[in-house]
C-alpha cells in the first residue's frame, strides 16, 4: 500500500471507530511506561511517538511531568481526536501529521516509541525507509522502543496485511548502528475479547 492509500486508509478508519472500539486499544499502555520507567529518562527528554495518533501514551507521559513529547501519525482525524480530548494539555505537545516513512524534521529524539505502527510497513522500500528515518531522527545514545506482531500474531489488521516478526527478524533490521536492548512476547487483549501476540524490543542507537 502507498502513501497515499495509507493515509487514506487511516482517515476513514478514524472517521468511522470509536477509541475504545480499535483492536490496538490500552487504557493504560503498561508495557511502553515499564520500558521507559527503566530507561530513567529525564523529564527534559525529547520523546517521539510513531503512529500515536488517538492512544494515550501521551496522557500517560504528561502525567508523568515529561516535557517535550511529539507524537506523529498520518490521520489527521486521529491527531485531532486526541488533541480534543487532552483540552489545554494538547498545547504541551508537539503534534506531526505525516506518513513515517516521509518523515523530515531537523529535530533528534532521545526515545523513539512505536507501538504496532512499524509492521504496516509491508514493502522493502517503506522498511528502508523507516531505518533511514530512525537514523536521521535519534540523538546518539538515544533509546527505542518498538512493538510489531510476532509470528504468532495477526497476518493482518484493521482490513489491510502486515508484517509479522520474531525478536530475531526484528533485531536483524536494526543490526547496523544499534545495539539491541530488552525483548520479549506479550499478548496483548483487544476490546473485542481477542488476543493478539506482540514482540517487543528496546535498542540504543550507537552511532
Given at each position: 500500500?502507498?502513501?497515499?492509500?495509507?493515509?487514506?486508509?487511516?482517515?476513514?478508519?478514524?472517521?468511522?471507530?470509536?477509541?475504545?472500539?480499535?483492536?490496538?486499544?490500552?487504557?493504560?499502555?503498561?508495557?511502553?511506561?515499564?520500558?521507559?520507567?527503566?530507561?530513567?529518562?529525564?523529564?527534559?527528554?525529547?520523546?517521539?511517538?510513531?503512529?500515536?495518533?488517538?492512544?494515550?501514551?501521551?496522557?500517560?507521559?504528561?502525567?508523568?511531568?515529561?516535557?517535550?513529547?511529539?507524537?506523529?501519525?498520518?490521520?489527521?482525524?486521529?491527531?485531532?481526536?486526541?488533541?480534543?480530548?487532552?483540552?489545554?494539555?494538547?498545547?504541551?505537545?508537539?503534534?506531526?501529521?505525516?506518513?513515517?516513512?516521509?518523515?523530515?524534521?531537523?529535530?533528534?529524539?532521545?526515545?523513539?516509541?512505536?507501538?504496532?505502527?512499524?509492521?504496516?510497513?509491508?514493502?522493502?522500500?517503506?522498511?528502508?525507509?523507516?531505518?533511514?528515518?530512525?537514523?536521521?531522527?535519534?540523538?546518539?545514545?538515544g533509546k527505542m522502543i518498538i512493538g510489531t506482531?510476532?509470528?504468532?500474531?495477526?497476518?493482518?489488521?484493521?482490513?489491510?496485511?502486515?508484517?509479522?516478526?520474531?525478536?530475531?527478524?526484528?533485531?536483524?533490521?536494526?543490526?547496523?548502528?544499534?545495539?539491541?536492548?530488552?525483548?520479549?512476547?506479550?499478548?496483548h487483549p483487544t476490546p473485542a475479547g481477542g488476543?493478539?501476540?506482540?514482540?517487543?524490543?528496546?535498542?540504543?542507537?550507537?552511532?
Amino acid at each position: 500500500m502507498d502513501s497515499k492509500n495509507r493515509k487514506n486508509h487511516w482517515e476513514n478508519i478514524y472517521e468511522t471507530k470509536p477509541l475504545n472500539t480499535v483492536s490496538w486499544y490500552q487504557p493504560v499502555p503498561k508495557t511502553s511506561l515499564a520500558f521507559i520507567d527503566d530507561m530513567q529518562l529525564p523529564l527534559s527528554a525529547k520523546i517521539i511517538d510513531i503512529g500515536g495518533g488517538d492512544s494515550l501514551l501521551a496522557d500517560h507521559l504528561l502525567q508523568r511531568d515529561f516535557q517535550n513529547i511529539t507524537v506523529l501519525d498520518i490521520s489527521s482525524r486521529a491527531i485531532k481526536r486526541a488533541q480534543k480530548r487532552l483540552g489545554h494539555k494538547a498545547d504541551k505537545i508537539k503534534w506531526v501529521v505525516t506518513d513515517i516513512t516521509d518523515f523530515h524534521a531537523n529535530d533528534t529524539y532521545d526515545l523513539w516509541h512505536d507501538r504496532a505502527t512499524f509492521h504496516f510497513l509491508t514493502s522493502d522500500e517503506d522498511i528502508a525507509a523507516y531505518h533511514a528515518s530512525v537514523n536521521n531522527h535519534m540523538a546518539k545514545n538515544g533509546k527505542m522502543i518498538i512493538g510489531t506482531f510476532s509470528e504468532r500474531g495477526p497476518k493482518r489488521c484493521s482490513g489491510i496485511p502486515i508484517k509479522q516478526y520474531s525478536v530475531e527478524k526484528l533485531s536483524g533490521i536494526f543490526d547496523k548502528g544499534f545495539q539491541k536492548g530488552k525483548c520479549f512476547y506479550e499478548q496483548h487483549p483487544t476490546p473485542a475479547g481477542g488476543i493478539q501476540d506482540f514482540v517487543f524490543c528496546s535498542f540504543e542507537k550507537t552511532n
